[in-house]
C-alpha cells in the first residue's frame, strides 16, 4: 500500500499565545512569551503527529484559497505528508482557531468555521485514500458537509476494503450523538475523551460510557481520562486504566488529537493494548509539556524512550 494511515477529516490553523492572563483593556499591550502557529484539528493534529511517529500519512481534508492554506499545506509537506488528497476551496477561509493559553494549561479558544465545513470526499478518490491499512476519521461535529449519512457511507466503504477504521469527533452534544451512532459498527476503535463519551451517552464514567458504546457497534473504545490516564474495553472484553505519566503541563492542546496519533502508530508496530495505551499517552504527555498540537513530539524512538523514563520513574 502507498501509505501506512490516511488521516480524513478536520483541517485546522491554531494561532497559538501563552501564558495569558487577562486580554489587555481597549487598545493595550500586554506581553506574553510565546506566539507559534500549528497545523490542528482531529484530522490535522492526527496526521501532523503520526508523520513525526515514522508512519507514510496522507492528508484528506480541504484549506481554503488563502495565507492560512499555505502554512498548513506547507507545513505538512516539510513533514513529508502527501497533501496530494487536499482540497482548496475557493470562496471559503481555512478554518481556524485562535488559543489563548493560561498558565495552568487551560485553552479558551475563538473558533472560525471554514472550508472543514465544506469538504467531502469524492469516490473517484476512493482508491487512494483507502490505499492504507489504517483509515482515520477526525472531527465529526464540525464537518457540516460529510457528516451524517455521508460519513457513513465512507466508514462501510473502508471496512467493505478490510481497513481498520479509528475515529474521534469535537464539539460532543446530544446532536452530536445522533451523527456518531450509526457509525459504531463500522468503527474499530472509538476513541473520544471520557467527557464527550459522557455528553452524549448520558452515561457516566468509563465503564458504564464503553458498555454503551460497545452495545451499539463499536469493536474498541479507547478514552481519554485527562489527569486520570486513559481507558480501553474492546468486545473481547479486555479491560484496562492505565493512569497518566507525571509531567508538568504547558498546554493541553491537541493533546487527544496526539494520543490519536499515538494509538495509531501503536497499532502499525502491532503493539499489544496495554503498550499501545502507553505509547499513546506518552505522545500526549510530550505535547502537553509544550506549546501546539505537535509540541515535543520527534520520532518514535525518541517516543519511547520517553516512555520508558516515565514508566521507570513510576515503577521505581
Known sequence: ??????????????????????????????????????????????????AKLGLKSLAVGAVGQDEKADFVIGAMTRLGIDTSAMQSLPGVPTSATIL??????????????????????????????????????????LLRRLDGERSVTLLKEA??????VTFDLIAASTETAGLVLPLLPYIDYFMPSIEEAQDMSGRTGPEECAAFYLDKGARTCVFTLGGEGAYYADADGTRLQVPAYAIDVVDTTGCG???????????????????????????????????????????????????????GRVTG
Do not use: C
Open 100 to 141: 489563548n493559553i493560561r498558565p495552568n494549561g487551560e485553552r479558551p479558544a475563538l473558533h472560525q468555521r471554514g472550508a472543514s465545513d465544506h469538504f467531502d470526499l469524492p469516490e473517484r478518490l476512493y482508491d487512494q485514500v483507502f490505499d492504507a491499512p489504517i483509515v482515520h476519521l477526525g472531527g465529526t461535529g
Open 257 to 311: 488529537d496526539a494520543f490519536d496519533a499515538g494509538f495509531i502508530t501503536a497499532l502499525h508496530h502491532r503493539m499489544n493494548p496495554e503498550d499501545a495505551v502507553r505509547f499513546a499517552q506518552g505522545v500526549a504527555a510530550l505535547v502537553a509539556g509544550g506549546l501546539g498540537s505537535d509540541a515535543g513530539v520527534r520520532s518514535f524512538e525518541h517516543t519511547q524512550e520517553s516512555v520508558s523514563s516515565w514508566l
Open 1 to 50: 500500500m502507498r501509505y501506512d494511515v490516511s488521516v480524513i477529516g478536520l483541517y485546522i490553523l491554531d494561532i497559538l499565545g501563552r501564558p495569558v492572563t487577562k486580554i489587555p483593556d481597549r487598545g493595550q499591550v500586554e506581553f506574553i512569551d510565546e506566539i507559534k502557529l500549528t497545523v490542528a484539528g482531529t484530522a490535522g493534529g492526527v496526521v501532523v503527529n503520526t
Open 159 to 164: 471496512k467493505r476494503r478490510g481497513r481498520t
